[in-house]
């Protein structure tokens, strides 16, 4: 398996963008906290410890090319934020999230049990499914 950054590299060759220290840094930070659903404020925050000069502006133009360049994806648990996480499995399934509504834990989930629902859809509904979003809402062990 190539690395993230050597894929970055490679993809933002292609494109014809060049791996400046902000946009490397960025993607750090998103690979340094794998699994912490960061928002846009708190990336920028962390990525100013690296880079201090650097704006929201760019911290947000450079997540809107990574999750172009399909390395992080855009995560959306109705919390006013854009949060942002790393995409590691480039064409295999996505992970589904357990949000609790009263701490706001995030739990991600790796199993999946959504393809016989899917066959079912395609059958009924003659759709053909090319992918679905779901997080389930609910209350964590703690605060159950
Ligand atoms: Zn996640
Ligand atoms: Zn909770
Ligand atoms: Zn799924």
Same mark, same amino acid.
């Not at 990525?47 to 390395?71: F, H, M, S, W």
């Given at each position: 398996?190539?690395?993230?950054?050597?894929?970055?590299?490679? +993809?933002?060759?292609?494109?014809g963008y060049k791996l400046t220290p902000? !946009? !490397?840094?960025?993607?750090?930070?998103?690979?340094?906290?794998?699994?912490?659903?960061?928002? %846009?404020?708190?990336?920028?925050?962390? =990525?100013? %410890?690296?880079?201090?000069?650097?704006?929201?502006?760019? =911290? $947000?133009?450079?997540?809107? #090319?990574?999750?172009?360049?399909? #390395?992080?994806?855009?995560?959306?648990?109705?919390?006013?934020?854009? !949060? $942002?996480?790393? +995409?590691?499995? @480039?064409?295999?399934?996505?992970?589904?999230?357990? @949000?609790?509504?009263?701490c706001g834990t995030v739990i991600e989930?790796? =199993?999946? &049990?959504?393809?016989?629902?899917?066959?079912?859809?395609?059958?009924? $509904?003659?759709?053909?499914?090319?992918?679905? +979003? =779901?997080?389930? &809402?609910? #209350?964590?062990?703690?605060?159950?």
């Amino acid at each position: 398996m190539i690395s993230i950054l050597e894929n970055l590299k490679e +993809k933002l060759k292609e494109k014809g963008y060049k791996l400046t220290p902000q !946009r !490397r840094a960025t993607l750090d930070i998103i690979m340094n906290h794998q699994g912490k659903h960061l928002s %846009t404020e708190e990336i920028y925050d962390l =990525v100013k %410890t690296k880079c201090p000069e650097i704006g929201l502006a760019t =911290v $947000y133009r450079t997540l809107q #090319l990574l999750d172009e360049l399909n #390395l992080i994806t855009k995560i959306n648990f109705d919390d006013g934020c854009g !949060r $942002y996480e790393l +995409k590691n499995h @480039i064409d295999d399934h996505y992970h589904h999230h357990l @949000i609790c509504l009263q701490c706001g834990t995030v739990i991600e989930v790796e =199993v999946d &049990l959504m393809e016989s629902l899917e066959e079912e859809i395609e059958e009924n $509904y003659n759709f053909q499914i090319s992918d679905h +979003k =779901v997080k389930f &809402l609910g #209350l964590c062990s703690k605060c159950k």
